[in-house]
């Protein structure tokens, strides 16, 4: 056997135990590439048509132009998922695979979560833990989400504050602090169109996935499973 063999199989192993993450992370930088190019084509064109210098792609890429447009799409996203992973603690919706059981609403006992003396062999250390420690790490999911938010949408703020006043500047107008910049019409709309788009996305998914089905997913139904089934996942 070929002294490389192991490590071939090592890799395939590793490609194979991390096939979403990888596939997800590759896209997300082929979106941001694609996202790069044509922005800058746009953008040059305005440009163009208003007798002001054009950028580069590295240009734009590290513009506030482009930084906004992407940290509006970032906080939203997480937005998304900050609310739906607090709301199913709570909230049920019955024939949903992406749903509780009605009688497992809530924070759960400690034996259903398997944390403090409930705990496995090979749970996470901070789930054998007690007082703060265990606490933090029972919410730690939300906390990171909410926090990747914020500072997105903080990012939002700051760069669509910077893009703004390049706008602004170049009609010689004054510019506008970030305060001002948060009580415009521009950055509400910029953030509400995003969070509409994402409350839909996230509902359909929710009511969709009762009576529709993708067989071998994890997000779906077994394709045989009654439309009032809920919690189960194929």
């Given at each position: 056997?070929s002294a490389?063999?192991?490590?071939?199989?090592e890799?395939?192993?590793?490609l194979?135990?991390?096939?979403?993450?990888?596939?997800?992370?590759a896209?997300?930088l082929l979106?941001?590439?694609?996202?790069?190019?044509?922005?800058?084509?746009?953008?040059?064109?305005g440009?163009r048509i208003?007798?002001l210098?054009?950028l580069?792609?590295?240009?734009?890429?590290?513009?506030?132009?482009?930084?906004?447009?992407?940290?509006?799409?970032?906080?939203?996203?997480?937005?998304?998922?900050?609310?739906?992973?607090?709301?199913?603690?709570?909230?049920?919706?019955?024939g949903?695979?992406?749903?509780?059981k009605?009688?497992?609403?809530?924070?759960?006992?400690?034996?259903?979560q398997?944390?403090?003396?409930?705990?496995q062999?090979?749970?996470p250390?901070?789930?054998?833990?007690?007082?703060?420690?265990?606490?933090?790490?029972s919410?730690s999911l939300?906390?990171v989400?909410?926090?990747?938010?914020?500072?997105?949408?903080?990012?939002?703020?700051?760069?669509?504050t910077?893009a703004?006043?390049?706008?602004?500047?170049?009609?010689l107008?004054?510019?506008?602090?970030?305060?001002?910049?948060a009580?415009?019409?521009?950055?509400?709309?910029?953030?509400?169109?995003?969070?509409?788009?994402?409350?839909?996305?996230?509902g359909s998914?929710?009511?969709?996935?009762?009576y529709?089905?993708?067989?071998?997913s994890?997000e779906?139904?077994?394709?045989?499973?009654?439309?009032?089934?809920?919690?189960?996942?194929?």
């Open positions: 056997m490389h063999a192991p490590r071939r199989a890799r395939r192993s590793f194979r135990d991390n096939g979403l993450g990888l596939f997800f992370g896209i997300l979106s941001l590439a694609g996202q790069a190019l044509v922005g800058t084509a746009d953008y040059n064109e440009a208003a007798g210098p054009t580069t792609v590295g240009q734009y890429v590290t513009s506030s132009y482009f930084g906004v447009d992407v940290a509006e799409n970032w906080q939203s996203e997480y937005l998304q998922f900050l609310l739906f992973i607090l709301a199913t603690v709570w909230l049920i919706q019955r949903s695979p992406e749903s509780k009605a009688e497992d609403v809530g924070r759960e006992s400690d034996e259903e398997q944390v403090g003396p409930y705990a062999q090979r749970s250390a901070w789930a054998k833990a007690s007082g703060w420690r265990r606490s933090l790490y919410s939300g906390l989400m909410g926090a990747i938010f914020l500072l997105s949408w903080g990012a939002q703020l700051v760069a669509g910077s703004m006043n390049s706008r602004r500047l170049q009609n107008q004054n510019p506008s602090s970030v305060l001002d910049y009580h415009s019409p521009e950055f509400w709309n910029r953030t509400l169109q995003n969070w509409q788009s994402e409350f839909l996305a996230v998914m929710v009511v969709f996935s009762i529709l089905r993708e067989r071998g994890p779906s139904k077994p394709v045989g499973a009654p439309h009032d089934t809920t919690a189960l996942e194929g």
